[in-house]
């Protein structure tokens, strides 16, 4: 046995060992070889060989000892596992002689796991399904999965969307106890339906009678989930007040019937929003629900939150009033309906007892709208898009779908609507807010350096709210500068939801909550709660921190699902059109290339240069010059589609008449096989800005659409 100072001096010499070794946390990453790299918190990367890899799955986050190698490179031992990479994956079923094994899908495709007999199931060669990690292979080597679900084979109809929805698990079938609730609600509309005077019993709380107004809907031919209606009133001047208007919006009222803690809210905060998915939509409420009970079906009485909004006679806000009220909507008309009958003159496009009401809002709309680009951030439009599927769920036309002047209405009622419900919580320290920070921290430097390289001079803290709007609109009312507005948007952050009412500089307001979407979003329906305590005194509780952040995921799931399933479906409709030519919009610039968004389609690919290419990147101003020529964000061009990476899922072009330019694809696969830790380092850090420039552009075409449902409506291609 040993004595005390043997074990002091052993105890000592590990402490020793320990203290010279260098340790770094890392997540693993694979390459197509054996080999992988494991990438390091401080963003540098080190080399794994082959027979350490296979004890390990990319995307396992791990303690690591780094070593330099007889190649003088950074290389790490593995030390501990701090959190594997899968758990519940999507992946595809493989057999190989007598074994069973399970491909995951994405990073980790290129190591299959093992499936044990009694985990097996009904699956065939290639089925796509839904797996469960059994053992992790830190400790020996040898993974082993259980089949959760089989999905189907891949080549059965609509599989992509059957797996999007698997994969992000959007088919979580509802509970008893919130089934039993919504079926209630069901009865007891069906039954008010038949009363001469529905939701008038003062059991349905004080509502004031609104059923004569003159509301209807605008949305897509064939949306039933009706979350809102408008209706327009010119109220003259008396007793010293000016002459003003007075919007009407009315929106559906889930809140009074569904309590905040019952079973049912819970589903719709584990769902968050309502999923439009090309070739169906996830609903947030039992169908029944959304599309009848709470929908503001045409001519049916139903109960509203009705917010009522004056504006003088520059378009700006006046007052506002929330109340509960009983509304009927007059008409169900459809955007291009409106459309056709203000644009074209079209009287049998729309009822005449509509035709005064649609006038009336067009000219406020456009009253509005010209106010918020005085006083406000206005992005500019994007085009929508309309996807028709085959019956095997793949792509078969893409028709372009030009917003228009019904889409305006509806996209200022709804922000104004928005904006004014942000000024209530923020005045009563309630709600949910949409709020936006600005410019991104860490590129707050190359902002700054970007205005003094161009001498523009900027008063105070860019991302006050003054100072922010003013600097925009500044550049945007400047020919000489307006060009710098896109790379700075590049910078800035994205929208998130917060319990503080804090301004959204994305669209310069001071605060901001969405209400006109209750049916469809959970943060609507909380803010209706909000509401209803202040204005019918009903009982409301803050939303704790923790399920706040379960809400942010669960919208980042449904946007993940729905960009995913996009991209997989164009990039196979894609593969039809290789060859074919058209004019595009370049959408993100870096290094190696540009990503362009074709007009007439909204397919997106990218222009990539090879190395050998000269070419001079400017990050600041998102530029890249190649043989004299500037391409810039907001540059259009004209392309070839070059080639379809399927399993990628990406698309590249290249320029028409430009042979330097090279197969995306394979650039990024030769880029894979010669990387270094120095330019894994590099691409990293590359990779990661031009991921957050992109997030950031959307998160602004997002607001563009009125951070609304609307753009859904007419189209999927909501990006």
């Not at 007889?70 to 030390?79: Q, R």
């Not at 067009?362 to 206005?378: A, D």
């Not at 070059?642 to 042979?659: M, P, T």
Request: charged share 30%.
């Amino acid at each position: 046995m040993l004595n005390t100072d043997v074990l002091s001096q052993l105890t000592k010499l590990k402490q020793d060992i320990q203290s010279s070794k260098e340790y770094a946390n890392g997540v693993v990453a694979s390459t197509r070889g054996r080999f992988g790299f494991v990438k390091l918190d401080d963003g540098r990367d080190a080399f794994l060989p082959a027979e350490k890899m296979q004890f390990v799955i990319a995307g396992d986050k791990v303690r690591v000892n780094l070593i330099t190698n007889a190649k003088d490179k950074l290389e790490a031992e593995l030390e501990a596992l701090l959190e594997p990479a899968l758990d519940r994956f999507i992946g595809q079923y493989r057999i190989k002689g007598g074994a069973h094994f399970v491909a995951p899908s994405g990073a980790q495709a290129n190591r299959w796991i093992f499936i044990p007999p009694k985990y097996r199931g009904q699956c065939k060669e290639h089925d796509f399904i839904v797996a469960r990690m059994l053992k992790h292979p830190f400790k020996d080597g040898k993974p082993s999965a259980s089949i959760v679900e089989k999905i189907g084979p891949q080549d059965q109809a609509r599989i992509e969307h059957k797996y999007t929805r698997a994969k992000y698990e959007l088919n979580r079938p509802i509970e008893k106890k919130a089934q039993a609730q919504a079926s209630a609600l069901e009865k007891l509309f069906a039954g008010e339906d038949t009363r001469e005077q529905p939701f008038s019993d003062p059991k349905f709380g004080q509502r004031i009678d609104a059923t004569d107004r003159m509301f209807v809907t605008i949305d897509a031919p064939t949306t039933k989930d009706m979350d809102d209606a408008v209706c327009i009133e010119q109220i003259k001047a008396s007793d010293g007040e000016s002459a003003k208007t007075r919007v009407l919006v009315a929106i559906a009222d889930p809140a009074n019937f569904i309590e905040q803690f019952s079973s049912l809210a819970t589903h719709s905060l584990q769902s968050g929003q309502s999923v439009y998915l090309l070739g169906g939509a996830v609903p947030m409420l039992p169908i029944e629900l959304a599309h009848h009970c709470f929908s503001l079906e045409e001519n049916k009485v139903r109960p509203a939150l009705l917010i009522s909004i004056d504006f003088n006679e520059q378009g700006d806000i006046l007052d506002s009033r929330f109340e509960h009220a009983r509304i009927k909507s007059h008409h169900k008309l459809s955007y291009d309906d409106v459309a056709r009958f203000l644009q074209s003159d079209d009287e049998d496009a729309i009822p005449s007892t509509c035709q005064a009401l649609i006038r009336s809002l067009e000219q406020w709309s456009s009253l509005r709208h010209q106010y918020r680009e005085k006083h406000h951030i206005v992005f500019q439009d994007q085009a929508d898009y309309e996807h028709q599927l085959d019956d095997q769920g793949k792509i078969k036309v893409i028709n372009l779908k030009p917003r228009n002047i019904a889409h305006q209405i509806v996209e200022e009622a709804m922000l104004a609507t928005n904006l004014c419900a942000g000024k209530l919580l923020q005045e009563q320290n309630k709600g949910l807010f949409s709020v936006h920070g600005g410019f991104r921290s860490e590129r707050l430097g190359e902002v700054k350096a970007l205005l003094k390289e161009e001498e523009i001079q900027w008063e105070g803290e860019l991302n006050d709210l003054e100072n922010h709007v003013a600097l925009l609109k500044s550049l945007e009312n400047s020919e000489q500068q307006k060009h710098l507005v896109a790379p700075l948007r590049r910078m800035m952050q994205q929208s998130q939801l917060s319990h503080e009412g804090k301004p959204h500089l994305g669209m310069g307001f001071p605060a901001y909550a969405t209400v006109t979407s209750p049916i469809r979003r959970y943060a609507d329906l909380y803010n209706h709660w909000a509401i209803s305590s202040i204005v019918s005194e009903n009982s409301f509780k803050p939303l704790p921190e923790n399920k706040t952040t379960k809400l942010t995921d669960a919208l980042q799931n449904g946007r993940l699902a729905d960009r995913e399933l996009r991209q997989w479906l164009l990039t196979q409709h894609t593969k039809s059109l290789i060859g074919s030519e058209g004019k595009g919009i370049i959408r993100i610039v870096t290094q190696q290339g540009f990503g362009v968004r074709l007009n007439d389609s909204g397919i997106e690919g990218f222009v990539a240069y090879g190395k050998n290419k000269s070419k001079t990147f400017d990050a600041k101003r998102m530029t890249l010059i190649i043989d004299d020529t500037v391409y810039y964000l907001g540059k259009e061009v004209d392309i070839v589609i070059a080639s379809v990476d399927n399993d990628k899922r990406r698309v590249a072009f290249k320029l028409k008449g430009d042979d330097a330019t090279e197969d995306n694809g394979a650039t990024n696969k030769k880029a894979a096989d010669k990387r270094t830790a120095k330019k894994g380092t590099a691409d990293k850090k590359a990779a990661d800005k031009s991921a957050a420039d992109k997030d950031s552009e959307k998160s602004g075409a997002v607001e563009n659409s009125t951070d609304d449902k609307k753009a859904e409506d007419t189209s999927s291609d909501q990006s």
